[in-house]
Structure formats: structure tokens, C-alpha cells
């Protein structure tokens, strides 16, 4: 049995009119009917375009947006019918990494009563225990034990986000949604964060879901991935996916990245153009393929080439 499993989700946000008399006049359809499949301790990669609702995928597992229609099992369990108590102690076991670290973190708190926070709620230690926990987490991650003193505002991106994380991990969870965790950050942070959660991964046995559009971070961190189009499609994100020719086609454009014009000429940056897939491929085109390469395999993640033509599967560092 998987982990968590997720059926015909939806997330609706009405329109409302008038002053006085507010009415319902229609709805934003953010999520229109999402399958999930995750199974425990692996990660799943959901790609797609800004404002394609993966972001209110991930806050309506948790609860954090209610949910217009469908249903969330974790580890066997309803999400959608737990309440009070039982509602507790479930979110104990599934945490979650937000985009931006800064506006994330209370910045009239100290790292150390942010870390400490979740651990009060669920009464999971106390006294001089708690202050060892704080400092054992602040190691785990690799910021120094004196940062407890200290408050976000005194760090960089990565380290904000490195809080985030202990902070994520301080319950000892299951699931971790991982909300674009390295979007906001340098290109060399951004792989010291992505390996710092591989290796918490192996060390905690922990499950992801990562929600990104960099398509090299995701293939790297993932073992499958689905992508996520705009309302009105939907995306299954199992092994059965087969993305539609116009979400693969816009994939494929964010992963061959922009192309310069030529010396001479003050043009600006342009994207590279999309090769149009073959219609019996029905399925994403590999970025950089020949001509004659034969279409990926289904469920297979489309990730950019390296400088030689072969799919990079290197490690970030």
C-alpha cells in the first residue's frame, strides 16, 4: 500500500460579487481532479508551469487549503475526516518546506524557539531535553549550535532554508512536501540544499513529494515525476502518466532553456524552439533527441542535456 494516496482532488476558490449582498458568481478552478501515488520512502517530482496549482496540491494534503472534492489516504487513513485531536496528531507525521524561507520564519523568533515550537505543541520533549533536541537538529543540518540565538534575519537564503528544514524534520515525520525548496536560491546553494535532502532521506527514511519547475533539480532528486498543466487537465502521477502534447511541449521549452542571438546583433534573449513531437509518440519529446530517437518510455522524466548530449545523472555539487 503506498504511503499516501490521492484520488479526484479538487480545490475550487470562489468568486464572490457585490458589497452588501455578497454572492457566489464563479469559481477559480486551481486543482480540477488530481491522482497521486506516492509510495514510502521515495520521492515523487510534480513539475509544471507557475499558476498550475501545484503549490495547492501540496497545502490541501496537509490541509492547509480546504478541498473542494476528493480524497487523501494517508497510511490507510482519511486526511478529510480527522478533526480536532486525531487531526493533531496525524500532521504530526507530515511536515512541510515552503518556497520562501524568509517569510516562512517568524522574525520576532529566535532559531532556537522556532525549532522548539513544534516540539512544545506535540509535547515531544521538555527541559534540558528540548534544548538538546534544538541543538542536535541545528547539527543535522549543518548550521552551527550558536545560531540558536540568533534570528532569521541574520542569515542567507540557504541557511533560512536549512531552518526550514530542521524545522520540517523536528517531529520525526513521514511525508515531507517540499514546496519549490530551492527556487529562491544561487545555483550552488541550490545543490547544497538538494543534497542535504538526499542525505536526510537515506539517514531518516523519509517520503517527498517535490514541487518544482526546474526540471534538473527534479530530475535529480526524484525517481518519477508527473507533470502538472492548467485547470482542465489531469495529471496522474504514477507510472501510468502520460503527459499531454501541449504540457510536454512547454516541459521540454523550460528545460532547452534561452538561446543567445548572434554576435552583432542587440536582440534579447529569445527560448529555444520546440520541435513539434511526432504524433504517434504520444508522449514528451527527450530535449535534445535526433531525429530518429525513439519517445520515452512511459512515466520517464524529461530532463535537460548535458554539454555532451547525454542526460546529466551526475551528482549536484
Do not use: W
Request: with cysteine; proline share 8%.
Amino acid at each position: 500500500m503506498s504511503l499516501v494516496e490521492v484520488r479526484g482532488l479538487k480545490v475550487h476558490f470562489p468568486i464572490r460579487a457585490g458589497v452588501i449582498f455578497e454572492r457566489t458568481v464563479g469559481a477559480v478552478r486551481a486543482v480540477d481532479g488530481v491522482d497521486l501515488d506516492i509510495d514510502r520512502g521515495t520521492t515523487l517530482g510534480l513539475v509544471g508551469e507557475s499558476g498550475c496549482g501545484k503549490s495547492t496540491v501540496g497545502r490541501a494534503l496537509l490541509r492547509l487549503e480546504p478541498a473542494t472534492a476528493g480524497s487523501v489516504f494517508f497510511d490507510g487513513e482519511d486526511v478529510f475526516a480527522k478533526t480536532g485531536e486525531e487531526l493533531r496528531r496525524l500532521r504530526r507525521r507530515m511536515q512541510m518546506v515552503f518556497q520562501d524561507p524568509l517569510s516562512s520564519l517568524d522574525p520576532r523568533q529566535s532559531i532556537g524557539s522556532i525549532l522548539a515550537e513544534p516540539l512544545r505543541t506535540h509535547d515531544v520533549v521538555a527541559g534540558p531535553a528540548l534544548d538538546a533536541r534544538v541543538r542536535e537538529l541545528l547539527d543535522v543540518v549543518g548550521l552551527p549550535t550558536n545560531a540558536v540565538s540568533r534570528f532569521p534575519h541574520e542569515f542567507s537564503g540557504g541557511q533560512r532554508q536549512r531552518v526550514g528544514i530542521a524545522r520540517a524534520i523536528a517531529l520525526s515525520p513521514d511525508l515531507i512536501i517540499a514546496d519549490e525548496p530551492v527556487s529562491a536560491l544561487d545555483v550552488s546553494i541550490q545543490a547544497q540544499v538538494v543534497n542535504l535532502l538526499e542525505e536526510l532521506q537515506q539517514r531518516l527514511n523519509l517520503t517527498y513529494l517535490v514541487i518544482a519547475h526546474d526540471l534538473a533539480v527534479v530530475r535529480h532528486i526524484s525517481a518519477r515525476s508527473t507533470p502538472a498543466a492548467r485547470s482542465g487537465s489531469r495529471p496522474a502521477a504514477t507510472t501510468r502518466c502520460r503527459p499531454c502534447a501541449s504540457c510536454g511541449r512547454a516541459i521540454k521549452c523550460s528545460a532547452t532553456g534561452p538561446r543567445r542571438s548572434r554576435p552583432g546583433r542587440s536582440r534579447p534573449l529569445t527560448p529555444a524552439p520546440c520541435r513539434q513531437p511526432r504524433p504517434e509518440a504520444e508522449s514528451m519529446v527527450r530535449p535534445g533527441g535526433l531525429p530518429g530517437d525513439s519517445p520515452p518510455t512511459v512515466g520517464e522524466t524529461v530532463m535537460s542535456p548535458s554539454a555532451g548530449g547525454e542526460p546529466n545523472r551526475g551528482r549536484l555539487s
